[in-house]
């Protein structure tokens, strides 16, 4: 975690020293490609980029473990996911 904090320092501190009219051209540019994000995709939404997780379901085995001695052991999950 420390390295990206310090990449994105780094980043922040180019940024900042170019100038207005250089920003306002990397600014136009993501505007230009948000547009034709919205003609290419017109009913996207960013809810659309986080779907719904799997549940996981954890079940018990039909039958319990044993050893050799008959004694029941620690119960058999089976792990499903839906």
């Known amino acids: 975690m420390k390295g990206s904090a310090a990449v994105n320092a780094a980043v922040g501190q180019k940024w900042n020293a170019l100038s207005k009219e250089e920003q306002a051209r990397y600014y136009e ?3 230009a490609e948000r547009r034709l994000h919205a ?3 017109p009913g996207w939404s960013t809810a659309d ?3 719904q997780k799997r ?3 954890r079940r018990r085995a039909a039958a319990a473990s044993r050893d050799q ?3 029941l052991l620690s119960p058999v999950y089976t ?3 839906l």
Do not use: M, P, T
Request: net charge neutral.
């Open 29 to 31: 540019e993501a505007e």
């Open 39 to 41: 003609q290419l995709h």
């Open 49 to 51: 980029n986080y779907g």
């Open 55 to 57: 549940k996981r379901v």
């Open 69 to 71: 001695d008959g004694r």
């Open 79 to 81: 792990v499903i996911f």
